[in-house]
């Protein structure tokens, strides 16, 4: 399966979903369809507000598809691949709604990303996160400056250093990344409905100004990620990696 993006309406709340088989991981096709659904809600005059969340009850989202990253042959392709978390993260950061983010489990590398960019994230006690890229010989370049924007570059690198070490969901609170913490997913959902209804029924123009105001500063990330993605994509094709990632499959 190449995963799913699915978008239910619930008066002017889109709440964009996205599955995978592995651990909601992120193949190139996902990541250019939930691009493609981010900016499609963007225009839409009848949405206020997004909330997005992946499917099931085991992790958030596994990053990069392993299997993906191992059929890269050049640079090309590999600066391709990682220019897909660098649309999704720029389309989050330009849309014109804000983005709730719902954190059910865990969150390694590109997943990370995805949480950073969010405007607003509710996550369980249980939604440990981890940047384990320098492990497999790449590093989180494409994602770092969202990740850096909202925990700081000395959280950041101790994510980074410490690759095979997973963050608590105390420790990402204390950091910013998380806004606030539940003991439950059915806890979690029943305040986001209620915090959700309730700011989609404010002034859509002041949302949407307020929304400009959160990213300011980050003009400079509609090159900067994809020169990034170019260094990924050059290391994704380094031996290291390759051994480092097919031992991991195995």
Request: charged letters at 20%; proline letters at 2%; glycine letters at 8%.
């Amino acid at each position: 399966m190449d995963g799913v993006i699915k978008t239910s309406f619930d008066n002017n709340i889109a709440t964009v979903s996205f599955f995978h088989p592995a651990s909601n991981s992120f193949p190139s096709l996902l990541l250019h369809n939930l691009t493609q659904e981010l900016n499609v809600l963007s225009a839409n005059k009848e949405v206020n507000l997004i909330v997005l969340k992946s499917e099931g009850n085991g992790a958030f989202c596994a990053g990069a598809s392993f299997d993906e990253l191992l059929e890269v042959s050049n640079l090309e392709e590999g600066k391709m691949f990682f220019s897909g978390f660098a649309n999704v993260i720029n389309a989050m950061r330009t849309c014109s709604k804000i983005i709730i983010g719902r954190v059910h489990g865990k969150a390694v590398g590109g997943g990370v990303g995805i949480i950073s960019a969010c405007d607003y994230v509710f996550a369980t006690n249980n939604a440990s996160t981890k940047l384990s890229e320098l492990a497999i010989g790449i590093g989180p370049f494409v994602i770092e400056p969202a990740v850096s924007r909202k925990i700081g570059k000395t959280a950041m690198t101790e994510m980074t250093l410490a690759a095979t070490e997973w963050k608590s969901a105390e420790w990402n609170l204390n950091k910013g990344l998380f806004t606030q913490l539940f003991k439950s997913i059915e806890e979690l959902d029943d305040f986001l409905n209620t915090f959700a209804l309730n700011l989609s029924s404010y002034n859509p123009e002041a949302l949407y100004e307020m929304k400009k105001v959160i990213w300011e500063g980050t003009e400079n990330w509609q090159t900067l990620l994809y020169e990034r993605a170019e260094i990924s994509g050059k290391l994704v094709l380094s031996e290291f990696t390759i051994q480092a990632l097919t031992k991991f499959k195995k």
